[in-house]
């Protein structure tokens, strides 16, 4: 059996010209293929909602919006006592999310990335095609399990409108991926140690609403002339989740 994997379908806010059973083929993934139990957290977070899942997924968030004091507080107890947190990038109404991210030195902004992917890892082949540009990303991209020696992670199609926003993190959190914004790499994805927990922070949302082709094409990521390596960023992401939990439990 796999990891416990909660939705917050209460936040939960579909894109507008996006149908919401997209993101049912990913939910569908995690437990079918990684065979997660998936559950659905429909109403206001409380400790006893929390007490027996792994993870919390804060997936587009815009409804019911903000958080209450109390549940903000229960939350960070939550990811204090080993609870993962993965959180994207909101729908609308980016400030409403501030009273909970704001707590872990996280925020989400409205800031549009040029680019249709973002770098999650730079290459020894990019960094001699492109030093001065790539060296950009050198500088702030960690050196972590989950996007060691990969490429890009793609938020949509390249000739789609699809775009990456940036996030603000605080010094305690790992850049894991990242876009040039007026000549500078900033925050697109980035991962934190919260107590004896995780949070993830995705600025990324199309991602997961087209899970499916993504998944389809997951041999091209092996291809050495493709730069997408979005399945891959997603499983190391969830393989890092699962080692940390093991071994936290000792299992």
């Known amino acids: ?81 080993g609870g993962v947190l993965i959180i994207t990038r909101p729908v609308k109404g980016y400030e409403k999310l501030d009273n909970l991210t704001e707590r872990f030195g996280l925020k989400f902004t409205n800031e549009k990335a040029n680019s249709y992917a973002f770098f999650a890892g730079v290459t020894d082949k990019l960094m001699e095609a492109d030093p001065e540009r790539f060296s950009k990303y050198k500088k702030i991209l960690a050196d972590h399990p989950i996007n060691r020696g990969l490429k890009a992670v793609a938020e949509g199609p390249p000739k789609s409108n699809l775009r990456p926003f ?18 500078e790499a900033k925050p697109v994805a980035a991962i934190r140690n919260y107590g004896k927990g995780l949070i993830i922070a995705l600025g990324i949302i199309y991602l997961f ?21 979005n399945v891959t960023f997603i499983r190391r992401m969830f393989n890092f989740i699962e080692n940390y939990i093991k071994n936290r439990k000792g299992k």
């Open 209 to 229: 609403y087209m899970w499916d082709f993504w998944f389809k094409n997951e041999s091209l990521e092996k291809k050495e002339d493709t730069f997408i390596s």
């Open 166 to 183: 940036f996030i603000e993190v605080s010094n305690d959190w790992d850049v894991i991926g990242a876009c040039l914004k007026n000549n």
């Open 1 to 81: 059996m796999g990891l416990t994997f909660l939705f917050d379908k209460f936040r939960y806010k579909p894109v507008a010209h996006e149908p919401a059973s997209f993101f049912g083929d990913f939910l569908m993934w995690l437990n079918e293929e990684l065979d997660y139990e998936v559950g659905y957290l429909n109403g206001k977070i409380a400790m006893d909602d929390l007490i027996d899942w792994d993870i919390l997924f804060v997936f587009s968030p815009g409804e019911n919006l903000p958080y209450s004091c109390e549940e903000v507080n229960v939350l960070s107890s939550w990811i204090e006592n």
